[in-house]
T-cell receptor, first 117, second 117 residues
Framework: AQKVTQAQTEISVVEKEDVTLDCVYE???????LFWYKQPPSGELVFLIR??????QNEISGRYSWNFQKSTSSFNFTITASQVVDSAVYFC??????????????FGIGTKLQVIP | NAGVMQNPRHLVRRRGQEARLRCSPM?????VYWYRQLPEEGLKFMVY????????ESGMPKERFSAEFPKEGPSILRIQQVVRGDSAAYFC???????????????FGPGTRLTVL
């Protein structure tokens, strides 16, 4: 069985601070995919990133960066110079590339980020 | 290319009534997934469907819930005799056909927020 743990339920930071959202996952599979989604107050889900288990390179996209470490089963997300618009719930998710050829994504409970002006 | 459409966006039902949630996948997508997000929780997989077939319903409650994806028209998630505990956001996602171990991104709809009075 797979599991995603986001230990931080709520984080508050002051605007322009950096913030890291933690994600730890569990799976026995060797091939899997990790995701981050953003859910703003309006409620929709916004896709941020997908990484496969064979690619441990860190990724940077503007103020967003991701640190994938298989050794610790972690896929942490850092927002640099946070802005009020970053306030949202952020979900980490895991998808196994099962033999059925379809996705069955397991989500973490989410981390609510509040950026204070 | 329109994204995944869900309607209604908000649905209010009284206990004992039926709720019908609709999902139109992205053009060209033949796979539909339904997820439920209970208040203050992450999304939980409910069911995966292809056209006219239920492939995996391991996350569906055993009673009162059903899903279909007919040859023509949207996918429907149907909840009979709703109870207060059914109040949640229901998200639909679609993806194109998946081949081999590759996981394609799931494209999420905006969700339907069901409130049971």
């Amino acid at each position: 069985a797979q599991k995603v743990t986001q230990a931080q339920t709520e984080i508050s930071v002051v605007e322009k601070e950096d913030v890291t959202l933690d994600c730890v996952y569990e799976t026995r599979d060797t091939t899997y995919y990790l995701f981050w989604y953003k859910q703003p107050p309006s409620g929709e889900l916004v896709f941020l990133i997908r990484r496969n288990s064979f690619d441990e390179q860190n990724e940077i996209s503007g103020r967003y960066s991701w640190n994938f470490q298989k050794s610790t089963s972690s896929f942490n997300f850092t927002i640099t110079a946070s802005q009020v618009v970053d306030s949202a719930v952020y979900f980490c998710a895991l998808d196994l590339a099962n033999s059925g050829g379809y996705q069955k994504v397991t989500f973490g409970i989410g981390t609510k980020l509040q950026v204070i002006p | 290319n329109a994204g995944v459409m869900q309607n209604p966006r908000h649905l209010v039902r009284r206990r004992g009534q039926e709720a019908r949630l609709r999902c139109s996948p992205m053009k060209g997508h033949s796979h539909v997934y339904w997820y439920r997000q209970l208040p203050e929780e992450g999304l939980k997989f409910m069911v995966y469907l292809q056209k006219e077939n239920i492939i995996d319903e391991s996350g569906m409650p055993k009673e009162r819930f059903s899903a279909e994806f007919p040859k023509e028209g949207p996918s429907i998630l149907r909840i009979q005799q709703v109870v207060r505990g059914d109040s949640a956001a229901y998200f639909c996602a679609s993806s194109p056909p998946v081949g081999g171990p590759i996981s394609n991104e799931q494209f999420f709809g905006p969700g339907t927020r069901l409130t049971v009075l």
